[in-house]
C-alpha cells in the first residue's frame, strides 16, 4: 500500500473508543495519524507543527470543538478542519459553516464514509506540484469543465477551497460560473445555500436549498441542510411545499 506522504491527520476527540477506530480506518489506508485527547491538546499539537487536516468533534470538555475552531481562525490558522458529532447542534453547526467548515459528518459513520470525506478534503487542498503550476494566462481557479454529451461537468473543487478559506467573495464567483454552466447542479446550489448561510442570508440560502432539491431530491448534503435550516427556523421539513425532499422521503 502506497503511504500518504502529507502531514498528520489530527484525530480530536475526547473518547478513546472514537480515536482508535477512525486512526485504524486512516493508518490502514495509508494516512499518518496523530491525535489530540481535548481541545487544549489540540491547540497545542496545533501551534507546534503542520497538519494537513483536523477532525474534531464538537462535544467535548471545554475548549470543545467550536472553541477550538474560533480559536484557530482568530490566528490566522486555515487548517481544513471537518466536523464530526453525534448531537448535531443547529446553532453550533452554522457557527462553523461561518468559521469555514463546510464538511460534517454524524457519529456514527462508516470506514468507507471516513476515509471518502478526508480523501476529497486533503485533495481540495493538496498544493499542486511545480510542473503542474499554470502558465501565464488566463485568471487560475476558474471553475473547470469537462465537455460532455450533456450538460457540462462541473469541478466545484476550486469554490469548495474558498468555502474553506472563508474567502466568500471568490467562492460567490465560483458558484456563479458553475451554475452559469449547469443552473440545475444539486451540488453547487447546496454550496450556494452554505455560502448564503456563511453570510447571513438565511432565506436566500433556503431558495438554493430548496433548488437542489428540486433539482435532485435524493442529494444528501442539500436534504441535511434543508432539514437543519427548517430545524433552526421552526419549519415543518415533512411539509413538501416547504421541502421539496419530503415527498420522496
Known sequence: MAT???APILIVDDEPHVRLAFRTTL????YAV????????????LAQSRVSLVLLDLRMPPPDGMQVLRRLRETGHDVPVVIITAHGSIPDAVAAIKLGA???LSKPLTPNELRRVVREVL????EPPPEAMPMPGPPPDRIPTTVTLGPAAVDLTP??????RREFDRAAELLDQALDLD???AEALTLMGVLRESRGQDHAAYQAYKAALESDPQY???RDNMQRYCQRRGLDHHNPAINPAASSS
Open 27 to 30: 493508518e490502514t489506508a495509508g
Open 4 to 6: 500518504n506522504e502529507s
Open 159 to 164: 469554490a469548495k477551497r474558498a468555502l474553506n
Open 183 to 185: 443552473p440545475h447542479s
Open 34 to 45: 496523530d491525535e489530540a485527547t481535548d481541545g487544549s491538546g489540540a491547540l497545542d499539537r
Open 123 to 126: 485533495a481540495r487542498h493538496a
Open 102 to 104: 463546510v464538511d460534517f
Open 220 to 222: 444528501g448534503p442539500a
